[in-house]
């Protein structure tokens, strides 16, 4: 459980503790084995509660997502922060872009959620996802600093990249090797 799962939960009734970790859980599960379009009704209906208490906790399928995927989020921003140490800045970010993909593709269909909560500050998503650009500006910049990336790469353009090709290699997984190849022909392309 995250720190801010934490917070949540020991505010709460500990009925509604319960089942808001029982939603979150089945969220997970509901999310690894049909994507991030699995049917809410479904989720709640194996954590042993009704829509209602689904949608009390969770307005909406972005603050499920978001909830689900904050720990993923926090271990890939204490990556990056590991990563500001590395002694090649390019090595660095472009390492961290490979675990962003690694990551989304866990779950089908979160990269077009990224993707579109990268154009909406009031979405769920944007929890995660402000974040995530701060850290990358971190290594970009220390990137560009170095003189090993572009000055007009920008961290927007970076991220939305990177979704596109986990979603292209979570359409194509036939070609296991697409994303990485894909994130080659990026590299080459920002790079000074």
């Not at 049909?34 to 009704?41: Q, R």
């Not at 969770?58 to 990563?83: I, K, T, W, Y």
């Not at 979570?170 to 022909?185: F, I, K, Q, V």
């Amino acid at each position: 459980m995250t720190t801010a799962e934490h917070d949540r939960s020991r505010r709460m009734r500990a009925d509604a503790r319960r089942n808001y970790e029982r939603l979150l859980a089945q969220a997970r599960i509901a999310f690894a084995e049909h994507g991030t379009g699995a049917s809410l009704e479904e989720v709640a209906r194996a954590a042993g509660v009704g829509i209602g208490t689904l949608y009390r906790h969770f307005p909406n399928r972005h603050a499920l997502m978001s909830a689900v995927f904050e720990e993923a989020v926090n271990d890939l921003l204490a990556r990056s922060r590991a990563l500001l140490d590395a002694p090649q800045p390019c090595t660095a970010l472009v390492t961290w872009l490979r675990e962003i993909i690694t990551h989304a593709s866990e779950y089908r269909g979160l990269s077009r959620a990224l993707m579109s909560a990268s154009q909406d500050a009031s979405s769920a998503l944007a929890r995660c996802s402000d974040p995530m650009r701060e850290a990358g500006q971190a290594l970009l910049s220390r990137a560009q600093r170095a003189g090993a990336v572009r000055q007009d790469v920008s961290m927007g353009d970076l991220l939305q990249i990177t979704n596109a090709i986990a979603l292209a290699a979570e359409e194509t997984p036939s070609d296991p090797g697409l994303a990485d190849r894909l994130l080659r022909l990026t590299l080459r392309g920002i790079t000074s």
